[in-house]
């Protein structure tokens, strides 16, 4: 298949252009580049030694030169993956999340039906479920209370999309809720480096491992969880991955909408979390107890056998080594 992945040098992105090259796939990359870097194509083919893939530098918004990226390519399907991802960021500057996230969208849904493609993966994420009563969370929790503008945009765009197919039964839609993606590309190519101070924790830890942040602020050990400390449900990033080749080969056969958790449906907290980095990498990330973060829930995890059963996917790599791949890409870095 030929397949548009926007935002495909993210860290999501990239790690999808993989696993989709390896199952042969021809792979068009859009991305602004803002909030990733060039270089990562490169490693992408050094990963794959495949030379069936373009890049094109541009703004999905771009409304005409998106025209002519879908003419000059034979496009079957989309992975939308381009948009602003920072829940803190996206509360000081709503605006700007709500017209990149929605007009980017829906700028690229009018290319799509221009051109009659019909099949689309949209990259949502577990916030939609807001602050859920509990967990396990299965795909028919409530959506939409959300807690911030980010989780809105994608909460919004979930809504377009469902709308979108009732006005035209020929589409064939996957949304994929991610919980916590963490770990690296076993190669150490390719992984997660914001710049900047991390907002997300593993981010953080490397950060701190790396000697480029003093310790690590672990937020509230009040919580109801086993050792006071926040749970959520972390999938390493190669896992998350193939889930999105997965639900390439459901939505290739069948139309509708189609909803995903990819999780692992394991919970871990924070202190787990760091006790496992220290173990398997051999360190000693220094850390101290501070304030809650507002906005935070005692736990988050995922009930992922929808996805197993649909899909007949389910997340194999264990916390060892996400823990592990992600310093490991860490290190090489640097
Ligand atoms: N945490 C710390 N210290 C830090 C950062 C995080 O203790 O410096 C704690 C948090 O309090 C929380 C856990 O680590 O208990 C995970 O926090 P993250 O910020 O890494 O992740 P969140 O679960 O808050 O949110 C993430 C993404 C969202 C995504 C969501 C899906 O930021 O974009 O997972 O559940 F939607």
Redesign the pocket.
């Known amino acids: 298949m030929k397949i548009l992945v926007t935002g495909g040098l993210g860290f999501i992105g990239s790690h999808t252009c993989v696993e989709l090259l390896e199952k042969n796939n021809e792979v068009i990359i859009v991305d602004n580049l803002n909030n990733s870097k060039e270089s990562v194509f490169d490693k992408i083919k050094q990963i794959t030694k495949k030379d069936n893939l373009k890049l094109y530098i541009e703004d999905v918004r771009n409304e005409e030169n998106m025209d002519k990226i879908f003419s000059e390519n034979d496009i079957d399907c989309v992975i939308h993956f381009a948009g602003y991802?920072a829940?803190g960021e996206s509360v000081r500057e709503p605006i700007m999340y709500y017209e990149n996230n929605l007009c980017s969208t829906i700028s690229l849904i009018k290319i799509m039906k221009k051109h009659n493609v019909k099949k689309i993966i949209f990259s949502s994420?577990?916030?939609v479920y807001g602050e859920p009563e509990s967990s396990p969370i299965s795909e028919d929790f409530p959506t939409g209370k959300t807690t911030n503008p980010?989780?809105t945009t994608k909460f919004m765009i979930e809504t377009i999309l469902n709308d979108l197919y009732k006005s035209d039964n020929e589409w064939s839609i996957a949304i994929l809720r991610?919980?916590?993606p963490i770990g690296a590309h076993k190669s150490g190519l390719i992984g997660e480096n914001p710049n900047g101070i991390p907002?997300?924790?593993m981010p953080?830890i490397l950060k701190v491992a790396a000697g480029e942040l003093p310790k690590?602020?672990?937020?509230?050990n009040d919580y109801k969880t086993h050792d006071g400390?926040?749970v959520?449900d972390y999938i390493h990033v190669v896992d998350l991955a193939i889930g999105h080749v997965k639900a390439i080969d459901k939505i290739a056969n069948e139309t509708g909408v189609k909803i995903y958790n990819l999780g692992t449906g394991i919970g871990y907290s924070?202190l787990d979390i760091v006790n496992t980095f220290n173990k398997v990498n051999s360190l000693n990330i220094p850390y101290e107890i501070t304030a809650r973060?507002p906005g935070?829930v005692d736990e988050?995890f995922s009930n992922p056998q929808k996805a197993k059963i649909e899909l007949g996917w389910e997340a194999k790599m264990n916390i060892e080594e996400m823990c592990r791949d992600s310093w490991n890409f860490k290190k090489n870095n640097m």
């Open positions: 991802k829940v994420t577990a916030t980010y989780a991610y919980f916590n907002n997300n924790l953080y690590l602020n672990v937020f509230g400390t926040g959520r924070v973060r935070d988050v």
